[in-house]
C-alpha cells in the first residue's frame, strides 16, 4: 500500500479530530439508547483532576499518551494481527483492546475511536495520521473540560 504524503498526513490527521468528536458524539448517543442514561468518563474526570492539581501532566494526557496508545494499538497490535489474518480482524481486535484499556464503561465509544483510528493509519499507511487525530481530539476534550471545571463554559 503506498504511503500518504506529508500534506495529506496533516490534511486527513486534522480533519479526522472533528471526524472523531462526532464519531464520539454517535456513539455517546448510541450507549444511551442501549443502556440508559450516558454517565461521563471517568478517564476523563480523573485526568481533569490530576492536571488541576499539576498541571505538566496536561503534556502527558493530550501529546505522550495518545502517540504511545497509537505506537501500541494500531502500529504494533494492529500491525501484528493484521500481518497473521487481515486488517479488518486485526481493527476489530485492537479496538477492543483499546476500549477495555480505558476501563471506563464506554466500550462503544472507546471501540469507535479505535475502530476510526485503524482506518486512518490504513488509509494513508503512516501512523502520523492517527496520532494527529487521538492527539487533537484529546487536547479539545482537555481544554473544553478544563474551561467547564474552570466555570468558563
Do not use: C
Not at 442501549?34 to 454517565?39: H, P, Q, R, T
Not at 485492537?94 to 471501540?111: E, P, Q, V
Amino acid at each position: 500500500m503506498p504511503k500518504a504524503s506529508f500534506p495529506k498526513i496533516i490534511v486527513y490527521g486534522v480533519l479526522g479530530i472533528f471526524v472523531a468528536l462526532i464519531l464520539q458524539s454517535l456513539a455517546v448517543m448510541l450507549e444511551t439508547v442501549l443502556f440508559g442514561e450516558s454517565s461521563p468518563s471517568e478517564n476523563t474526570q480523573n485526568i481533569v483532576q490530576m492536571i488541576l492539581e499539576a498541571p505538566a501532566f496536561i503534556l502527558a494526557t493530550t501529546i505522550a499518551g495518545p502517540i504511545m496508545e497509537e505506537f501500541v494499538f494500531r502500529r504494533s497490535i494492529l500491525g501484528i494481527i493484521s500481518r497473521y489474518s487481515n486488517f479488518w480482524v486485526g481493527a476489530v481486535i485492537s479496538s477492543l483492546l483499546f476500549a477495555f484499556a480505558h476501563n471506563d464503561g464506554h466500550l462503544l465509544i472507546y471501540f469507535f475511536l479505535g475502530f476510526f483510528f485503524s482506518l486512518e493509519y490504513k488509509v494513508t499507511g503512516r501512523i502520523w495520521t492517527s496520532m494527529i487525530t487521538h492527539v487533537g481530539m484529546n487536547t479539545l476534550v482537555i481544554i473544553v473540560q478544563l474551561a467547564v471545571q474552570k466555570g468558563m463554559i
